[in-house]
């Protein structure tokens, strides 16, 4: 995050530090007034901070303007970067969400599912309401791992040669990819114990047919505690430092991805839309990230209905009817009752 936070600096937030927190010199004067010594103060006028620019990465450089040096607060403050990196997961976040959502929305989900009988009113503003509490929050818990980062505490490296070598340039993203998959399976699997399911990861399961907009629709401590495996593994594995970025982008795209109901995918190995709306609509099955290893590991893969991969037959009364009839036995068995709002509102395209 080093390199974010210094790209981020050079264009926007030196400029924005200086003008909120600017470094000025104090001159104190003493006067004596009907016998009582007072001490007074004025602004001398603007001053510079000492900060030191070192490069975050060998692969470009981006010289600070006069703006880096104007605030009373360096880049390297603590609590500067605190603020700053907040800002950045925060906003950045909600870029993504939107675009990645949006684009999903617009040119790949199926707009037929607005006709499900379990398609919610009023869902898509409801999902979107959902994910805008979720990521300020989110963003709270997110950032002491990016400080972390940013201070020298990861095993982030630039270039190849500070690596472990070529091999691992490769090797790193499969790696990442089955490290959090393996323990976002028992997070999640774990969120649905009936002691936190209600608590935590209900809001999510509010979707029983989500739309791309439900990708980041959950409760803030949910989305946190599926997050952590993406946190963690660069303090314990080396990951270089674009890569990590890359990822990060990733992720967040694979999210909508999964919930975006066009089921192109009927592989046996990638836990894709298919696996996942087999998730929400049965909830206790297909509880993978990115493959379907770890539940059929842990005897909770289920194979999506074969109905999904056909056009005529996804859509069609008969699988819907079908869903239905058990996805309102599931339900009953995990909440013990079904509290979501249905209506014919649902089914216009919102």
């Known amino acids: 995050m080093d390199v974010v936070l210094e790209v981020f600096d050079t264009f926007a937030l030196d400029r924005f530090w200086a003008i909120v927190h600017p470094a000025v010199s104090l001159v104190f004067y003493d ?23 070192y490069p975050a990465t060998q692969l470009f450089s981006l010289e600070p303007s006069v703006w880096a040096y104007r605030s009373a607060w360096p880049r390297d403050n603590i609590y500067r970067q605190i603020i700053s990196l907040y800002l950045i997961t925060w906003l950045f ?51 002491p791992f990016f400080v972390a980062e940013v201070r020298g505490y990861a095993k982030l490296y ?28 028992w997070i999640h699997r774990g969120l649905h114990h009936p002691m936190v399911y209600k608590r935590l990861h209900k ?36 990951l270089q430092k674009y890569a990590y970025v890359v990822l990060f982008i990733f992720i967040n795209i694979w999210a909508v991805l999964i919930h975006d109901g066009e089921y192109v995918a009927n592989s046996p190995v990638i836990n894709g839309a298919a696996c996942h709306t087999m998730h929400h609509l049965y909830f206790n099955y297909n509880y993978g ?32 009817e079908r869903q239905v009839q058990e996805m309102e036995q599931k339900v009953k068995e995990v909440e013990g009752g079904d509290d979501r709002s249905y209506g014919e509102e649902a089914k216009k395209e919102q």
């Open 31 to 53: 006067s004596v007034q009907d016998g009582y010594a007072n001490a007074t103060f004025s602004k001398a006028g603007e001053v510079h901070n000492a900060y030191q620019y």
């Open 93 to 143: 976040g909600l870029v993504i969400y939107f675009l990645c959502a949006s684009l999903s929305y617009q040119f790949i989900f199926d707009k037929t599912t607005f006709k499900h009988p379990k398609f919610l009113k009023n869902q898509i503003r409801m999902e979107i309401a959902q994910a805008m509490e979720a990521l300020p929050i989110m963003a709270i818990f997110t950032v």
């Open 158 to 185: 630039d270039t190849t040669a500070d690596g472990p070598g070529t091999w691992y340039n490769i090797l790193q993203f499969p790696f990442f990819l089955l490290f959090t998959d393996c323990f976002i399976y």
């Open 203 to 238: 809001p999510h399961h509010k979707w029983i047919m989500p739309t791309p907009y439900a990708s980041h629709a959950f409760h803030p401590l949910d989305g946190y505690a599926q997050s952590i495996p993406y946190h963690v593994f660069p303090f314990l594995f080396p």
């Open 289 to 320: 990230q990115f493959t379907t290893l770890w539940d059929r590991l842990g005897g909770s893969y289920r194979e999506p209905n074969e109905e999904l991969f056909r056009r005529e037959t996804k859509m069609g009364k008969k699988e819907w």
